[in-house]
């Protein structure tokens, strides 16, 4: 059995070390991560209550005196919190035609094939969720970026501790046609995904059997069926790991004629962005903003920018850091105020 890393473990790397024949799984996350850039990079933790995570965060600091010789110091402690994350359920039923199946060999790669689009929308769904998702009424759940840093309005206004709104940046857009940038620092003790305590990261891929499907009509026929769940929640334990460079206007970035302003915006985030050294920094946003930043990364008079190759692959970077397209992101979000 492969060892898990024991340091800012990727659900891969989970995967590899739970199961010496999980080629299955394997082949699963690597689909996966094609359509949701968040699967490669996110470091990944089990849930400590079998479908929910529950961190312990300070909410204030303990008070610190300075004394003189021979005067006391009454004692303090700072105050905590409890933080609950849980997890979402998702799930894709793939059905293929039996004998469209033995025409093509009745093959496990063609079925893994055929089940490609399924598996897309259901990476496509987690991923929408990591940005947007939000806690249905009566129902825990994922809930997304978006959801967590969504006003740049303080709720308490002393400043004494930090809240999500001092990690927005407001790059001035407004209306409801705006995107996001996103810096997340991914790590055991910053940011990361959580899956069912007991599982194998959250995915499972039932035995594929011969059953009866169904057409748009109601009608039967045999298939070869595949149920895959994924598992997974996200849970923020260090706010400050998080950069939301919010009210980005894509059409006004595409006709700005200073093409330096959203990198001033990204020096702030960056600036900003606590624990940079606790795990993996990586910066996303839709292909829009994404298209800019490379024709910045591409010009050798930028310094900030470059495009490197990455697993053989060419990656735009920013500060040395990849900058990753991730579709999930609209380009019609309402403005943060």
């Given amino acids: 059995m492969a060892t898990i890393k024991e340091k800012n473990p990727t659900i891969k790397d989970i995967i590899d070390g739970q199961s010496p024949d999980g080629k299955t ?15 490669e990079d996110a470091v990944v933790r089990e849930c400590n209550q079998n479908d929910q995570h529950t961190e312990v965060v300070m909410t204030s600091m303990p008070t610190i005196k300075k004394r003189k010789y021979n005067e006391g110091v009454k004692s303090s402690k700072g105050t905590r919190a409890k933080l ?12 293929v035609d039996k004998d469209l199946a033995s025409l093509n060999g009745g093959t496990r790669e063609f079925l893994m094939r055929e089940n490609e689009v399924f598996l897309d929308a ?14 249905a009424a009566g129902n825990n759940g994922l809930i997304g970026f978006a959801e967590r840093y969504s006003t740049l309005t303080r709720k308490n206004p002393d400043g004494n501790l930090p809240e999500t709104a001092d990690y927005i940046i ?5 209306g409801n046609d705006l995107t996001s940038l996103w810096l997340v620092v991914w790590g055991l003790k910053t940011c990361f995904m959580i899956y069912p305590k007991g599982s194998k990261a959250g995915l499972e891929v039932e035995p594929t059997y011969v059953g009866d499907a169904y057409d748009e009509n109601g009608d039967p026929y045999r298939a070869h069926i595949t149920n895959y769940n994924h598992k997974v929640g996200l849970c923020v334990k260090d706010l400050r790991s998080v950069v939301r460079i919010a009210n980005i206007d894509t059409v006004a ?6 093409k330096a302003k959203l990198v ?11 624990n940079k050294k606790s795990g993996k920094l990586v910066i996303y946003c839709n292909d829009a903003v994404y298209a800019h930043l490379w024709k910045m990364a591409i010009d050798r008079g930028n310094v900030d920018f470059a495009v490197t190759e990455v697993e053989g692959k060419p990656m735009a970077t920013f500060q040395g850091y990849p900058i990753k397209c991730c579709d999930a992101i609209i380009s019609t979000e309402a403005q943060v105020v």
């Fill in 25 to 39: 799984v394997l082949d699963l996350v690597n689909l996966l991560s094609q359509e949701n850039p968040f699967m």
């Fill in 84 to 95: 609950t994350d849980a997890t979402s359920i998702y799930t894709a039923r793939c059905a």
């Fill in 122 to 135: 259901m990476a496509q769904s987690v991923a929408t969720d990591v940005i947007y998702g939000a806690q």
């Fill in 170 to 174: 407001d790059a001035g857009g407004t």
């Fill in 253 to 258: 970035l595409a006709a700005d004629a200073d």
């Fill in 264 to 274: 001033k915006f990204m020096v702030d985030g960056f600036v900003k962005l606590k």
